[in-house]
């Protein structure tokens, strides 16, 4: 089996890495222990690309075996094997030989892990990995889904925004086109007048006159709230424009196979100068006051040159709406509702793909394996027909951009069960720790007792055997010395398990007492390197002894609450 194969490369690996530790502990000299180091490191690499490589070549007629090697790689990619091995790396060039070997230890661990995986030992590990990469692959996707959707609905949006923009320039284009008719009007009767009117003959037109001020002074208001408008869909326009567009479904980069000038269009709208529109008709409204006033005057030639002014200026102003309308239908040009409507009909098709892949997920595999409820799915099932009838909506030249709210929160549900079932998925990776933990200590408590009865020996022994100057014999001494590596060594494990615990950040509760610990083993140490074996000291062992016995416990009892759902 190809299994069979990476396995034993995987082995070779190992076993490249297993001397380095024991190399370090000899304390080789610095150029044996990195070349081991980048040896190993080289090897890891190798043997993963070869992963990688297979596990593409088997899915179609191994698809078993391509998913023992997904699941390899989702191990490594998990503890983050290859950035340890080269951090283990740098420790050693900077010969921090203790770090070393505390990252070498995990590294060889998770090591054996990985062994085991491929050689599909653990089958535990292996279908927690699966589901991890499983889960993660829909999470992926419906990110994806999600980000489409959004840039699809700001796009229904701004072709919505700039539909209205229009109709309301149009709106304005109608009430400045009847107030010209109005002022020339109003024009033509004034010059009706003789020059030495009669207050009843110029009243009325002075009267009207006010009106047409007032109207256009109104007028003017609105535009300048038009043209705050017009300013902010250029700015998003231009905004829009400069965001990296990103391919969908096989479909082209944006430039790709076209020259990097040939973006003509991006800044038209944005670059036009602001529309003065609301200035024209304000300078309207002036003059019809000027003409008012001279009509009240009984002046009805000074009346006609400010009437000619305020219809020039209205003029201008429908040039400047005119030129507004012009922008804003250029952009909506850039968002035709056939390509927003196929480009829905895309992202529908995609979510609709996703959601059969997430239900044939909980179906289980081929050998009647029970499959598992795949989370988010019934929320990306309730996104494709909201999908489905804003691509409907957009093909009537309808924008779609509620339903395509809707739907967009319905894949946004989705993204949260699926990051929070990875949560819990990775929470069951991080609970080895605490069983590695459980094992260590209980080794540790084991090989302390050991310690613990040989010192009493020994202080017994010594008791009966002083040379007469009081000196202890040399054989005394080396077991002594002895006793005193032992509870470094294991003061060595304390500082592995702080390590391990700080890395992983488990339970808060255990760092403390592991540091307690840690300084429980310094002392015996020390004092078993001052060669004191009294009552004194077998009182510290003991303390040790009972503060890893509450380690273990507390360690169990934690793991028993996770079981149970605490």
Do not use: C, Y
């Not at 894949?411 to 990051?419: I, M, R, T, Y």
């Amino acid at each position: 089996m190809i299994s069979r194969g990476i396995a034993i490369v995987a082995a070779l690996m190992f076993a490249a890495v297993m001397p380095l530790t024991s190399s370090l502990q000899a304390q080789d000299p610095p150029v044996s222990a990195t070349g081991k180091q980048e040896l190993a490191q080289g090897k890891f690499q190798e043997l993963t690309e070869r992963m990688g490589k297979l596990m593409v070549v088997l899915q179609k007629d191994e698809p078993e075996e391509s998913k023992l090697l997904s699941a390899g790689l989702r191990f490594v990619q998990e503890k983050k094997l290859h950035n340890r091995l080269e951090s283990a790396g740098k420790l050693l060039r900077q010969e921090r030989w203790d770090e070393g070997l505390v990252v070498m230890g995990k590294l060889k661990t998770d090591l054996r892990s990985l062994l085991e995986l491929l050689q599909n030992r653990n089958a535990d590990l292996r279908e927690l990995l699966e589901r991890i990469d499983l889960l993660e692959g829909f999470k992926n996707r419906v990110d994806e889904l999600a980000k489409e959707q959004q840039q699809e609905k700001e796009d229904s949006a701004r072709t919505e925004a700039l539909q209205k923009h229009l109709k309301n320039i149009e709106a304005q284009k109608q009430r400045a086109e009847d107030l010209l008719k109005k002022q020339q009007e109003l024009r033509d009767a004034t010059n009706q007048l003789p020059l030495d009117a009669a207050e009843g003959l110029a009243k009325p037109l002075e009267s009207k006159e006010g009106e047409l001020e007032e109207a256009t002074s109104e007028l003017s208001k609105d535009l300048k709230d038009l043209e705050k408008k017009d300013a902010q869909l250029k700015k998003e326009a231009k905004a829009d424009a400069g965001k990296p567009g990103e391919p969908k479904g096989g479909e082209p980069k944006p430039d790709e196979g076209k020259p990097s000038e040939a973006k003509p269009s991006e800044g038209e709208a944005s670059d036009a100068k602001p529309s003065e529109a609301s200035g024209q008709a304000g300078k309207a409204a002036k003059s019809m006051g000027k003409a008012k006033a001279s009509l009240g005057e009984k002046k009805p030639e000074s009346a006609l040159k400010d009437q000619d002014q305020a219809m020039e200026a209205l003029k201008q102003t429908l040039e400047e709406l005119d030129a507004m309308a012009e922008d804003a239908a250029r952009e909506l040009l850039k968002l035709p509702f056939d390509q927003l409507a196929k480009e829905q009909e895309n992202t529908q098709k995609a979510t609709d793909t996703l959601a059969k892949d997430m239900e044939k997920a909980e179906q289980g595999d081929e050998k009647g394996s029970e499959g598992k409820p795949t989370p988010g799915k019934q929320k990306v099932q309730q996104a494709v027909p909201k999908q489905r009838a804003a691509a409907g909506q957009l093909k009537e030249l309808v924008p779609a951009k509620q339903k395509q709210q809707d739907a967009k929160e319905d894949l946004q549900a989705a993204q949260k069960a699926l990051e929070e079932a990875l949560a819990q998925l990775r929470q069951q990776l991080q609970d080895e720790v605490l069983r590695a933990l459980e094992e260590r200590f209980t080794a540790m408590l084991a090989r302390q007792r050991g310690l613990t009865a040989q010192t009493e020996t020994v202080d017994a022994t010594r008791k009966k055997i002083m040379t007469a100057s009081g000196a202890l014999p040399t054989a005394l001494v080396t077991k002594i010395g002895e006793l005193a590596a032992g509870e470094i060594e294991l003061e060595q494990e304390a500082i592995d398990a702080l390590k391990l615990l700080d890395e992983d950040g488990t339970t808060a509760v255990f760092p403390p007492m592991v540091e307690q610990l840690r300084e429980e083993l310094h002392d015996v140490a020390a004092g078993l390197g001052k060669h004191k074996t009294g009552a004194s000291m077998n009182l510290l062992q003991k303390d040790v002894e009972d503060l890893l016995s509450l380690l273990i416990n507390a360690l169990r009892k934690t793991i028993e609450q996770k079981e149970g759902g605490g």
